[in-house]
């Protein structure tokens, strides 16, 4: 049987094989996973956004970034979290009613390490409170405020 056809004799029996199943055993290097599709394509738009020079750029301290915070909500009971990396250590020590930050609250730190970067401080400062409430959505009224006392 020739090489590119898309019938292959197996034990006796005739079958269509995909052209998919074809370039993957004939060329396999040719063959790019989706996952590595949407990597490349990312790629592109940061060497496209870097080149116009609309890049958006996140910060985070080294202990963040090596260390990291849990993705999976922590136990209850567990107040205290820490992890190491070398020479790096990060803890963390959860509110006694909120507990630890985990998921989508490992946010928070780099975004303030942003703002940090773009201050040029260590201080983080905002103009106004209304402006800290907005940079975290939360409202602004005194109706929707509410203040917890310990």
């Known amino acids: 049987?020739?090489?590119?056809?898309?019938?292959?004799v197996s034990d006796g029996m005739?079958?269509?094989?995909?052209a998919g199943s074809?370039?993957?055993?004939?060329?396999p290097d040719l063959m790019v996973s989706k996952q590595k599709l949407r990597r490349a394509e990312g790629c592109r738009l940061v060497r496209l956004k870097r080149e116009e020079g609309k890049q958006n750029?996140?910060?985070?301290?080294?202990?963040?970034?090596?260390?990291?915070?849990?993705i999976r909500k922590p136990?209850?009971?567990?107040?205290?979290?820490?992890?190491?990396?070398g020479s790096f250590v990060l803890q963390i020590?959860?509110?006694?009613?909120?507990?630890?930050?985990?998921?989508q609250d490992r946010i928070v730190p780099i975004?303030?390490?942003t703002l940090a970067v773009r201050q040029q401080?260590?201080?983080?400062?905002?103009?106004?409170?209304?402006?800290?409430?907005?940079?975290?959505?939360?409202?602004?009224?005194?109706?929707?405020?509410?203040?917890?006392a310990t």
């Open 57 to 70: 750029l996140g910060f985070s301290s080294r202990p963040f970034v090596l260390c990291g915070l849990p």
């Open 121 to 148: 401080s260590q201080t983080i400062r905002f103009r106004t409170a209304a402006e800290m409430l907005e940079t975290f959505d939360m409202h602004k009224g005194g109706k929707e405020l509410r203040v917890r």
């Open 111 to 113: 975004y303030l390490a």
């Open 93 to 103: 020590t959860g509110h006694p009613a909120y507990g630890l930050p985990f998921g």
């Open 14 to 18: 005739n079958r269509i094989e995909s």
């Open 1 to 8: 049987m020739q090489e590119g056809n898309a019938r292959r």
């Open 22 to 27: 074809v370039l993957k055993r004939m060329l």
């Open 75 to 85: 136990p209850k009971e567990d107040k205290l979290y820490e992890r190491r990396n």
